[in-house]
């Protein structure tokens, strides 16, 4: 398992994970809110290990969103249960790493934008079920 380093913009928030695979991109409206754009992030499972504060805000009923109290960076999407961390694919030092292998919650993408090339794009039913035995 190959193990890669991130941070926040300020650096006051660092970190080591072991990325499962390429980027998945979020179009739900809590991501895109919190992102300020489409969220590119990593499935790096329990493997994060975090140096230097973060704040947490649970989002849902089921996760929270960590981010640098400092700057303001969003860091992590981390399942209640602990099982499931999602890295933001930008706060990696090398984001090139990743491929975009698919996008999630596609009807929420508003009409103004699209990211080009085909990929699996999954609805918000068809995300819950994929993760629907992990107990998402
Ligand atoms: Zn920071
Ligand atoms: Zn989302």
New binding site residues.
């Given amino acids: 398992m190959t193990t890669s380093t991130g941070r926040c913009l300020c650096g006051g928030v660092t970190f080591t994970a072991a990325p499962k695979g390429g980027m998945h991109a979020?179009h739900?409206a809590?991501?895109r809110r919190l992102s300020g754009g489409v969220?590119f992030s990593v499935d790096c499972g329990d493997s994060v290990r975090v140096t230097g504060e973060v704040a947490t805000f649970a989002s849902s009923e089921w996760a929270v969103r960590q981010f640098c109290p400092a700057c303001g960076t969003g860091l992590f999407w981390r399942s209640n249960d602990g099982a499931v961390t999602m890295v933001s694919a930008q706060a990696f030092d090398d984001p090139t790493a990743f491929a975009l292998e698919d996008e999630?919650?596609i009807e929420s993408k508003p009409a103004t934008y699209a990211l080009a090339g085909d990929r699996p794009r999954l609805t918000t039913d068809e995300l819950y079920a994929r993760f629907a035995p992990s107990g998402a």
């Fill in positions: 979020c739900c809590t991501c969220l999630f919650c």
